[in-house]
């Protein structure tokens, strides 16, 4: 069973056929929301809107560890796929690209990252050189040539703390430092995922160009976003439904 994390923009699948809703209890807290539980095509998903159905939760305070727990141990999901509003730090992504992310550089900071604390358990270490699950990303890029859909095969995912955007000097340290989009909630997610056993791939909408970049040289223009994500978020429905396909 696939698991859809959305994000910004994405509080519901409009092309899933929902057969249930699921209040899940973690040992972790609460998780966003209820699981919907559903079908796409012939496949079983469960979705879960990152932010809550409402979008209130801002990303410094999603439940990251009860949000993959639920998924994973309650939801019975053998993958998740996760989709998120990026802004483009590189020339060529601009507003409205998908991206299917390969690697990530965490700046966050005083989130719950680990499902091993310590205490009584011994310390337990994941590799994470390669923090995308390869088999997962490979059908997602199938699935979006598939559905003819022009995505971006790799980049690197800055995760920032957030709920602020970025500063201008910030998106050029990024930048320095080898990112290409930057994003709030792509950590502790993805490592938490690792530390589930759980692959894990993501679809980045861009919803606009970062501080400094662009036309948002001088300011981001909200009133935009909209507009530009909707339009990318149809998109990013296409390749999901075609990864259900496959």
Same mark, same amino acid.
């Given at each position: ?10 509080t519901?699948?409009s ?11 973690t /040992?972790?807290?609460e /998780?966003s929301?209820?699981?919907t539980? @559903? ?5 079983e ?5 990152r932010?809550?159905?409402?979008h ?9 560890r009860?949000?993959l727990?639920?998924?994973?141990k309650a939801?019975g999901a ?7 509003s990026?802004?483009?730090?590189r ?5 409205g ?29 994941v590799?994470f050189?390669? /923090?995308?699950?390869?088999?997962l990303?490979a059908r997602?890029?199938a699935?979006?040539a598939?559905a @003819?859909e022009t ?6 995912y800055?995760?920032?703390? @957030?709920p602020?955007?970025?500063?201008a000097a910030?998106?050029t340290?990024?930048?320095r430092?080898?990112?290409h ?17 759980v ?5 980045c ?7 400094g970049?662009g036309?948002s040289?001088h300011?981001?223009?909200?009133d ?5 994500l909707?339009?990318a978020?149809?998109?990013?429905r ?9």
């Amino acid at each position: 069973m696939f698991a859809i994390i959305g994000g910004s923009g994405l509080t519901q699948l409009s092309n899933l056929d929902i057969a249930r809703r699921e209040v899940v209890r973690t /040992p972790y807290g609460e /998780p966003s929301g209820a699981l919907t539980f @559903g079908r796409i095509g012939c496949c079983e998903v469960v979705f879960l809107a990152r932010h809550g159905y409402g979008h209130t939760i801002p990303p410094h305070l999603v439940n990251y560890r009860a949000n993959l727990w639920a998924l994973a141990k309650a939801g019975g999901a053998d993958s998740v796929v996760s989709v998120a509003s990026v802004g483009g730090i590189r020339s060529d992504l601009a507003p409205g690209t998908l991206v299917i992310p390969n690697q990530i550089i965490d700046y966050t900071w005083g989130r719950h990252a680990t499902y091993y604390e310590g205490g009584d358990s011994p310390v337990v270490h994941v590799d994470f050189t390669e /923090p995308y699950d390869g088999p997962l990303r490979a059908r997602l890029l199938a699935a979006a040539a598939k559905a @003819g859909e022009t995505v971006v095969d790799g980049s690197v995912y800055a995760a920032t703390q @957030g709920p602020r955007l970025e500063t201008a000097a910030e998106i050029t340290r990024l930048e320095r430092d080898g990112a290409h989009v930057v994003g709030m909630t792509g950590m502790p997610e993805a490592s938490l995922a690792r530390e589930l056993g759980v692959p894990y791939a993501a679809i980045c909408v861009v919803a606009n160009w970062a501080a400094g970049r662009g036309d948002s040289t001088h300011a981001i223009s909200f009133d935009q976003i909209e507009g530009v994500l909707q339009a990318a978020l149809t998109k990013a429905r296409h390749v999901i439904e075609h990864l259900c396909e496959a």
